[in-house]
């Protein structure tokens, strides 16, 4: 059974750094292209970032640039969301997901984690 469990989550100061695991099981991780995305209350799901197997990167989200970094453990068979300066407006469930074809097209994800929250507040 494919499966994608996110942890790291937690209640973070304004300002502050964490990183979320993403790891993988049933299934190799590094043949797939792989994204974060995340969902604050009463808001749609929207893209962070997202990586083919050939390390072409897709950002999403302007308000991530140059604070967040995705990156794979192909050994663990892991992936990783680091997310340094957060803000209020970084609060929701955070989820990492894969994609079919080697794609970051949105349209093409084919596996989600449950999620994992993240809480940036003073």
């Known amino acids: 059974q494919r499966q994608l469990v996110e942890s790291g989550g937690g209640l973070v100061q304004p300002g502050g750094s964490l990183r979320l695991s993403c790891a993988a099981s049933g299934f190799p991780l590094r043949i797939y292209a792989i994204g974060w995305f995340r969902q604050a209350s009463g808001k749609e799901r929207e893209g962070i970032l997202c990586t083919t197997v050939n390390d072409d990167f897709r950002n999403y989200s302007d308000s991530v640039r140059g604070r967040f970094s995705l990156s794979r453990d192909d050994a663990k068979n892991a992936m990783y969301l680091r997310m340094n300066s957060l803000k209020p407006e970084d609060t929701g469930v955070y989820y990492c997901?894969?994609?079919?074809?080697?794609?970051?097209?949105?349209?093409?994800?084919?596996?989600w984690g449950q999620g994992t929250q993240v809480t940036v507040s003073s």
């Open positions: 997901a894969t994609f079919l074809y080697n794609s970051c097209s949105r349209q093409e994800i084919d596996l």
